[in-house]
């Protein structure tokens, strides 16, 4: 594609967005499908652009829309709500991804001819959900804030649990042996390790944010701060993503850590003297979150691969098995004052996206025996995995599926809130 049609498709993809927004508000049909459609039609159907056109720019448009999605959402999420919602989102994590790493490595293990320790290790490369895809449809659907602080968290532990324990798991693969407590230790050092440094990187931002204030286009330097968060800590060996949220968080939360100080550390608020977002530095990064979504979804489309009709059937049924085990998940770890709807629609809640799709590459590069094969099935699984989602989304929303689920997730909403209550007239 020429330049000039390449700068023309941008604009029409802007435009598009905002039209499937203006779809999903009056047919419940996430854009997350629809812009991932438009991908799937420019490259694999018409070739108008090849899948490797973007090349490792590619790579890094995901990266960075996945720091900058974290971030706002980090920004949004309440101290309160985020310490309430903490247990609930690692029961959900935790017991979501053991279901879901076992329904695909038995898929694979009896209906492939992958080996037991490759068909666990694709397994738990898939068990995850993908902090983008939920990230992007959070922010459409209306769900309380406590859920939507529990599905963040729980997207965002699984993008780290899944590289960590993919990662150890290669190496005892080649190695030929395996330390569970070992790699449990490092896995929680690391992560507490990164949420720290992001905490402190928070205080002192919030600290410089005034002076920042005063230079020239100035919008994008707390953006650029986290990019440069998260490459620092990615090159440390920690979590970027752990810490560009825990840097969301911090600089979110100016408002109740200003209130704590005056309460019982009023020297200490002097010397600080943090400072919160704006307004219009909100409504940039909503802006940016939306355009960055864009480009992420489309891209995911353009980098299908659908070769094989077999694997591409078994990535389907994998993505149901993997709907009824987060059916499971959803039931054993949720609490059980979340409303029935809101439950319903964590149930459904199974995209795969950037993580899988850049792990399996480590399979591919290490010759691992049925590399191949795992990435055909996983890219395949990405697509079926946000079509399930976005359908069982609009069904659970539009349709008596609904009441279905409802019926089947009886035992949730036990406390409704005050609003919902019909008060009588007179």
Not at 130 to 137: D, F, I, P, R, Y
Not at 202 to 221: A, C, E, K, M, P
Not at 305 to 314: D, E, G, M, N
Not at 376 to 398: D, G, K, M, P
Request: charged letters at 10%.
């Amino acid at each position: 594609m020429a330049i000039e049609g390449l700068v023309v498709l941008v604009g029409l993809l802007v435009f598009a967005a905002h039209f499937f927004d203006w779809v999903f508000s009056h047919t419940a049909v996430p854009d997350a499908l629809l812009l991932m459609l438009v991908g799937i039609v420019l490259g694999p159907v018409l070739g108008a652009v090849p899948s490797d056109f973007f090349g490792v720019s590619g790579a890094v448009i995901l990266a960075a829309a996945l720091v900058i999605m974290l971030f706002d959402a980090g920004t949004r999420l309440d101290l309160g709500t985020l310490r309430a919602a903490a247990r609930g989102a690692l029961t959900l994590t935790v017991g979501s991804m053991v279901l879901a790493a076992s329904g695909a490595a038995g898929l694979l293990y009896w209906l492939t001819d992958l080996s037991g320790a490759v068909a666990v290790i694709a397994g738990v490369l898939v068990s995850g959900v993908t902090s983008g895809v939920v990230l992007a449809l959070l922010s459409q659907l209306q769900v309380s804030e406590r859920v939507q602080t529990i599905l963040t968290l729980e997207a965002t532990m699984t993008d780290v649990l899944v590289l960590a324990v993919v990662l150890a798991l290669l190496e005892a693969y080649v190695a030929g042996n395996f330390a569970v407590s070992a790699l449990a230790w490092s896995v929680v050092t690391a992560m507490l390790a990164a949420a720290a440094i992001g905490f402190l990187v928070g205080v002192v931002w919030t600290n410089l944010l005034d002076t920042i204030r005063h230079l020239q286009n100035s919008l994008f330097v707390t953006a650029a701060a986290a990019f440069v968060l998260y490459g620092v800590l990615e090159l440390m060996g920690l979590s970027g993503f752990i810490a560009v949220l825990t840097f969301g968080v911090t600089v979110g939360s100016v408002g109740a850590f200003n209130h704590y100080l005056a309460g019982r550390h009023r020297w200490l608020q002097f010397v600080l003297r943090p400072r919160a977002l704006s307004r219009r530095e909100r409504a940039f990064f909503g802006e940016l979150v939306f355009l960055l979504q864009t480009f992420f979804f489309v891209y995911i489309g353009l980098s299908m691969q659908f070769a094989s009709l077999y694997i591409v059937s078994l990535a389907l049924a994998a993505a149901i098995v993997l709907l009824l085990l987060r059916f499971v998940a959803v039931r054993m770890g949720l609490p059980r004052d979340i409303s029935v709807r809101e439950a319903s629609l964590a149930a459904v809640l199974i995209p795969k996206g950037f993580s899988p799709a850049v792990l399996v590459i480590l399979l591919v590069q290490r010759d691992i025996p049925g590399a191949l094969l795992v990435q055909e099935f996983t890219t395949a699984l990405i697509f079926w995995s946000i079509s399930v989602t976005s359908l069982f989304i609009f069904l659970i929303q539009r349709t008596a599926v609904g009441g279905l689920y409802g019926r089947l997730l009886r035992g949730f909403g036990t406390e409704p809130l005050l609003s919902e209550v019909p008060v009588a007239e007179g």
